[in-house]
């Protein structure tokens, strides 16, 4: 039914390029891919012909599919891109990866241009980088101030000179804000402060081995050490310039590799002839081929990452695309090239490598996340018949002292792993005393109150609720989800003291084994809410006197108060101690010390 319903879409395709939008039966995005002739490339996946494994894992999924045509294939790849980021397809190449290196930038565009370290690209200065291979940008700095004197500090230079600070005193500033240098002696250091940027390390050596020379003839041993040091770090940087690349080559190198279930790719960065390092990633996708990954890859990394002068990569990679694109997009003309032979081919070489060496040791890695994360959501679902995968499950946990700064927290799992973006907390505001059923019907009422709004696309309907708590947590929630009409999320307990689930199906508790994946993975979102809402109780919690949470417990009068506070100090060292420690303070007993455990942990 299900194939018949899609034969007679393929036949509506059209000749266009454009976007197409693989579902699965709950109408949830799969996969987005891009076509220069969308009848052509979609007809690929429903024939008869063998198939990648992810590929074919993938078309079994599918139970529908929609499609958006464009202009041209530079604006579908685009479309793509944009629709990779919202929807989080769990066959598209989704790269978590939002590290940036630091760069040194030149602030040319002020009279007296100062150097900084940032993360951030703008069109506003020179900028030198990125450093990732140990090369620390505190200690280039370190040298450019040493040896050119140029300024690193955010001092506004005005009309009415300032007094010198202390860098100017050390020999490490020219002043220009105490008006002890002009523009063109200063900007003359600047130039060469840009020219050992750029690589030219020969006069930053000399000058830094005379002051070295200085120091030692002085006996003033430990300047000469801190010297020696810049001198050898100069020599760290000499060594990875590739003498027979030009010195005005900026290129990343990127190659993959593959074995038709996992991919591996390898970045390597040089600037200025210089090789900057490199990084590798891992990827799990459902694309057709190498060229498919290759390119969604590049169109992923460099939405957070420099764009260089040039890419050096495979040959299968859509070339003309993604420079139409990188025009587009960013009005930059960059040149994707495949070299066939001479230095950047043994660089080209030198990233397969990396690639076939990270793709033999990361297999196993990847293979043992999948148990972590996808497959033991999909056990999840087999052990408690649920209705559907739960692609996004959200937990919900209450913290509280004794009723006191009630607080919850949601925390939330895409395909088994945090989407930190999507936490939400809340502050408990209904209900009176330390009644945990009653703050989380507030809660959930909060949450559930949101769907079907315009805030529905910021707060998806998740998949499965999970309550930290047992039958009568589960019981409270029910009543909620009740009340809202609400039969489309799947609803749990997990109670933590012998790690029970609670369904609605059935009175009996289910238990899993201690090393099911699909317990660990209920264990971590969990112990995720637990964590989120104490982070959240103790920042309200902060201000509140030590004493005065103690004076709440009964049986605890001024005396044991001070014992406590003289034995403990501090309210989470309190919170963490077991009964034996509590014990040890004098006048707390056995049921003293149960009783100060339950008024304190109340709720956490």
């Keep these: 039914m299900v194939m018949d319903r899609l034969q007679e879409k393929l036949k509506l395709l059209p000749d266009n390029p454009g976007v197409y939008i693989m579902l699965d039966k709950d109408g949830v995005v799969i996969y987005v891919g891009k076509a220069r002739v969308l009848k052509n490339r979609v007809r690929q996946y429903f024939h008869s012909s063998a198939k990648p494994e992810k590929v074919a894992a993938m078309v079994e999924r599918i139970a ?3 499609y958006i045509i464009t202009q041209t294939e530079v604006d579908a ?57 140990g090369v620390r940008c505190g200690d280039l700095l370190d040298i450019i101030t040493s040896v050119y004197n140029i300024r690193a500090c955010t001092t506004s230079i005005g009309v009415k000179p300032k007094k010198p ?9 020219l002043a220009p804000c105490a008006g002890l240098c002009d523009k063109a002696e200063y900007g003359e250091r600047v130039k060469r402060a840009i020219s050992f940027l750029d690589g030219n390390y020969e006069e930053a050596e000399e000058i830094l081995r005379q002051k070295m020379l200085k120091f030692a003839e002085n ?25 027979s690349l030009n010195r005005s080559l900026n290129a990343d190198i990127i190659a993959i590799k593959t074995n038709r279930l996992y991919s591996a790719v390898s970045v390597l960065v040089t600037r200025g ?11 799990n996708d459902g694309s057709f081929s190498e060229a498919d990954s290759l390119t969604a890859f590049i169109l992923q990394y460099y939405t957070s990452h420099e764009l260089p002068d040039e890419i050096i990569t495979q040959d299968y990679v859509e070339k003309d695309l993604l420079e139409g694109y990188f025009l587009a997009r960013f009005d930059k003309k960059v040149s994707i090239i495949t070299p066939k032979q001479a230095v950047k081919k043994s660089l080209l070489d030198m990233a397969e490598k990396n690639a076939a060496e990270y793709l033999s040791k990361s297999v196993s890695k990847l293979e043992h996340k999948n148990d972590m994360t996808k497959n033991a959501c999909k056990r999840l679902q087999e052990l408690l018949g649920l209705k559907r ?27 088994g792993e945090a989407d930190k973006n999507s936490y939400r907390r809340f502050k ?8 945990d059923y009653a703050s989380h019907q507030e809660m959930m009422r909060r949450r559930l109150a949101k769907l079907g709004t315009d805030e529905e696309e910021r707060f998806p309907k998740p998949d499965l609720v999970i309550i930290d708590g047992g039958k009568g947590q589960l019981s409270a929630v029910k009543e909620v989800f009740d009340e809202y009409g609400i039969t489309d999320i799947e609803l749990i307990s997990l109670a933590e003291r012998d790690e029970e689930i609670f369904t609605l199906f059935t009175n009996e508790s289910i238990r899993l084994d201690r090393r099911d994946y699909a317990l ?35 049986g605890i009068g001024k005396k044991k108060q001070l014992a406590l506070m003289q034995k403990f100090g501090t309210i989470d060292r309190i919170m963490k101690a077991s009964q034996d420690e509590l014990c040890q303070v004098d006048g707390i007993g056995a049921e003293l010390a149960k009783k100060i455990q339950a008024s304190l942990k109340g709720g956490l």
Excluded: W
């Excluded at 408990?428 to 009644?435: C, D, L, R, S, Y």
């Excluded at 969990?526 to 809402?533: L, N």
């Design 64 to 66: 529908d599919f929609s």
């Design 77 to 133: 790849l685009a479309l793509e891109n944009n629709l990779i980021k919202k929807y989080k397809p769990k066959y598209n190449i989704l790269l978590k990866d939002d590290k940036t290196y630091p760069y040194i930038k030149v602030h040319t565009h002020e009279p007296f241009p100062r150097v900084s370290i940032t993360r951030r690209i703008k069109k506003d200065g020179r900028y030198f980088g990125p450093f990732m291979g």
């Design 165 to 173: 600070c202390l860098e100017h005193h050390l020999h490490r500033c």
């Design 219 to 243: 006996e003033e041993f430990e300047l000469a050490v801190q010297y020696r040091e810049k001198l050898r770090m100069l020599s760290k940087l000499k060594l990875k310039r590739i003498t």
């Design 273 to 283: 002839g210089i090789m900057q390092g490199g990084d590798n990633f891992a990827l």
């Design 389 to 415: 995968y739960p692609k996004r499950m959200e937990c919900y946990d209450i913290s509280n002292i004794s009723g006191v700064d009630k607080v919850g927290s949601m925390v939330v799992f895409i395909d």
């Design 428 to 435: 408990i505001k209904t209900v009176e005393g330390a009644n």
């Design 520 to 554: 660990k993975v209920l264990q971590r979102i969990r112990d995720e809410a637990h964590r989120f809402a104490i982070t959240y109780f103790r920042n309200l919690h902060s201000k509140r006197n030590l004493a005065s949470l103690l004076q709440e417990i009964d």
